[in-house]
Nanobody, 123 residues
Framework: QIQLVESGGGLVQAGGSLRLSCAGSGGTFSRDVVGWFRQAPGKERQFVAVITESGGNTYYGDSVAGRVTISRDNGKNVVYLQMNNLKPEDTAIYFC????????????????WGQGTKVTVSS
């Protein structure tokens, strides 16, 4: 059983930056694929980024590519999401998830989820 806790959300002006953290405990977090998703009010959960077990491969959603970087520190059991040049449309609750059983871009394949951290970008 893996527990995930996100942190780092907050209020930021457009053009600003935030770094989100996803701390994992229990289970095999350091050996799991970990993804970030986001969900804005009234919208479906959207894929943001994913990182493989060793951190050797990363993939990004089209809406954030070039503005976000996912990384991990397996020694600390933490996955980070650095977000730059934030836009009002990035406003959402951001979730990390671990251990996908299939297509890593689909939220339904992930076994473990955190509670989310809210990001608000003002114009």
């Amino acid at each position: 059983q893996i527990q995930l806790v996100e942190s780092g959300g907050g209020l930021v002006q457009a053009g600003g930056s935030l770094r989100l953290s996803c701390a994992g405990s229990g289970g095999t977090f350091s050996r799991d694929v970990v993804g970030w998703f986001r969900q804005a009010p009234g919208k479906e959960r959207q894929f943001v980024a994913v990182i493989t077990e060793s951190g050797g491969n990363t993939y990004y959603g089209d809406s954030v590519a070039g503005r976000v970087t996912i990384s991990r520190d397996n020694g600390k059991n933490v996955v980070y999401l650095q977000m730059n040049n934030l836009k009002p449309e990035d406003t959402a609750i951001y979730f990390c998830a671990a251990d996908p059983s299939g297509n890593y871009r689909r939220s339904g394949t992930y076994r473990y989820w955190g509670q989310g951290t809210k990001v608000t970008v003002s114009s």
